[in-house]
């Protein structure tokens, strides 16, 4: 039978940087799950991963054990990475502040295919551009 569900946890971590300092301190130590544990797993996981964000959602069961999902870095951050890009407008639809290509795009959509709601790659190039869109960075042809 399956373990009974205590909390379901969404955290944005650095990738081999997890700490019990908060966010992550916090946010087990409510729960009772043991932070030290998930510190070092966390960062045998996502050691190859340093300098990324990494979301992780990490499921809290009854017994105090837990188990984690390591996700694809955000759309915002690769993006940002992509075009060599500080930060995002603060003003989208007036300040531009980059471009970025179709074929840019859709290797972003590929690396985010597996997280986002969509069935092919053109649904996911459209996620992504919109994501590209809402930073103030035009998409070109």
């Given at each position: ?70 996700k694809t870095?955000?759309?915002?951050e690769l ?63």
């Amino acid at each position: 039978m399956a373990k009974a569900v205590k909390a379901l946890i969404k955290l944005q971590i650095p990738g081999g940087g997890a700490t019990p300092a908060p966010p992550v301190g916090s946010a087990l130590g409510q729960q009772g799950a043991n932070i030290m544990e998930f510190c070092k797993q966390f960062n045998a996981k996502t050691s190859s991963r340093k300098g990324e964000t990494v979301p992780v959602i990490i499921t809290v069961y009854v017994d105090r054990s837990f188990t984690f999902v390591i996700k694809t870095p955000p759309a915002s951050e690769l993006i940002r990475k992509k075009i060599n890009l500080s930060k995002g407008s603060s003003r989208p639809n007036t300040d531009k502040v980059g471009r970025i290509s179709w074929k840019d795009i859709e290797e972003i959509a590929k690396i985010k295919m597996p997280d986002l709601n969509a069935v092919t790659i053109e649904q996911a190039k459209k996620i992504i551009a919109g994501s590209a869109r809402s930073m103030g960075v035009d998409v070109i042809d």
